[in-house]
């Protein structure tokens, strides 16, 4: 009797393998939704803030280290691990790499102490980033905040 029950239940959850081959089914496309993007911004007391306290200081809750390509080309920084819990959630992942920042490529592991120099005053900070096999940017206004 258990065996038979066994059996039951076995073809209820697999109609494929104990009923009789039904017509092709016609695919279904799914429906897309459009949501807005995340709204990224910086304030521009915070902005300046971190610049003054340095890369070391503001960078201090993500592991960075080098990315190499294949042929072992310096690719850009590759975000080893983030420690802090609410910046897990993005805009930056672990294992992005970021490749240029306000348009100023990070080609070599030096030049981002040079970009760092470049940042205080813009109007926005771009890091352009790889993730995967696809080269993303995150725009993030600088504005100024009422505390």
Sequence with gaps: M??????????LGVT???SAPEAKRKAVRPTLVEAPAPDYRLCRT??????????????RWYLLGP???IKGTFRGHL?????????KTGPLFEGDVIVAINGRPVEKPG???????ELPGRPNLLIRFARGTKLL????PIVDCER
């Design 111 to 117: 030049e981002f102490q040079t970009v760092w120099t």
């Design 67 to 69: 990315a190499y390509d």
């Design 16 to 18: 494929s393998a104990c």
């Design 46 to 59: 915070d902005y300046d803030q971190a610049i003054v306290a340095g890369q070391g200081k503001a960078l």
């Design 79 to 87: 975000i080893k691990a983030i420690i802090k819990e609410e910046l």
């Design 137 to 140: 940017e995150l725009n993030i």
């Design 2 to 11: 258990k065996a038979t029950l066994a059996i039951l239940l076995l073809c």
